[in-house]
């Protein structure tokens, strides 16, 4: 046909192979000892400085307290725990007799009251004091909560139990006598009963107020302490 490219039978067919060119695949990098450590310890730095950040507030709280503050108006008047002991993982139980983990209690500030059911004389005394410290704070309070560990199982006086049931932030739990020494500890020549004790909002006890004390002087402790947490605790349980 005319105009076509007809094939020609006689024509020499090329001996040799088309030529393909093979480009290797780039090999993958692998990192040299001295890049692999650098970047393990950037990863190590990086935990740290997360640690670090957690930790900061927290301690720079204790050291405005412990040196700082301090010195504005004298030295603390109740006894400073160093180191500070955590809340144990206890179980207590309420007056209804339900088990309420102790640490179910974090997150706020707790002036502790630690006593038997029968609640002579003296413990009233300290509870009264523990509601009227809290209140004292004013705008503050609501970083506060109250605690009373009945150490026994014997029932409470009406009377009392209704005027702590109105109390607000008041937490009534039984815990073992034996149970609440794994945690809080008296003055050396004092009974466990005798104190009021502070914990911060980790479960930390930090602090223990002094036999027989005088309300303003422990006004002023609790005072340094909300104004040193500041930074980092806030109002309300999470």
């Given at each position: 046909?005319?105009?076509?490219?007809?094939?020609?039978?006689?024509?020499?067919v090329p001996t040799e192979p088309l030529g393909l060119s093979?480009?290797?695949?780039?090999?993958?990098?692998?990192?040299?000892?001295?890049?692999?450590q650098s970047r393990t310890w950037r990863?190590?730095?990086?935990?740290?400085?997360?640690?670090?950040?957690?930790a900061l507030p927290v301690a720079a709280s204790y050291f405005t307290y412990y040196v700082v503050r301090p010195q504005e108006g004298g030295a603390a008047y109740s006894r400073l725990i160093h180191p500070t002991v955590p809340m144990p993982e206890l179980a207590a139980t309420?007056?209804?007799?339900?088990?309420?983990?102790?640490?179910?209690?974090?997150?706020?500030?707790?002036?502790?009251?630690?006593?038997?059911?029968?609640?002579?004389?003296?413990?009233?005394?300290?509870?009264?004091?523990?509601r009227?410290?809290?209140e004292?704070?004013?705008?503050?309070?609501?970083?506060?909560d109250k605690l009373w560990l009945i150490t026994d199982d014997g029932p409470l006086a009406p009377a009392l139990q209704q005027a702590l049931?109105?109390?607000?932030?008041?937490?009534?739990?039984r815990l073992p006598r034996a149970a609440v020494?794994?945690?809080?500890?008296?003055q050396a020549g004092q009974a466990l009963e005798d104190h009021l004790y502070i914990v911060d909002p980790m479960g930390q006890w930090m602090m223990r107020v002094p036999a027989s004390p005088d309300p303003a002087r422990v006004k002023r402790d609790i005072d340094r302490l909300l104004r040193a947490a500041a930074g980092w605790d806030q109002p309300g349980r999470p």
């Open positions: 046909m005319s105009g076509s490219k007809s094939f020609n039978p006689g024509a020499e093979v480009h290797a695949m780039p090999a993958p990098r692998l990192l040299d000892d001295g890049e692999g990863g190590r730095w990086k935990m740290l400085g997360v640690l670090l950040a957690c309420s007056l209804h007799g339900q088990p309420v983990p102790l640490r179910g209690l974090q997150g706020q500030w707790l002036l502790v009251v630690v006593g038997g059911s029968s609640c002579d004389s003296a413990c009233e005394q300290r509870l009264f004091m523990q009227q410290l809290r004292m704070t004013g705008r503050e309070r609501y970083r506060i049931a109105d109390t607000p932030a008041m937490h009534l739990l020494q794994q945690w809080l500890a008296p």
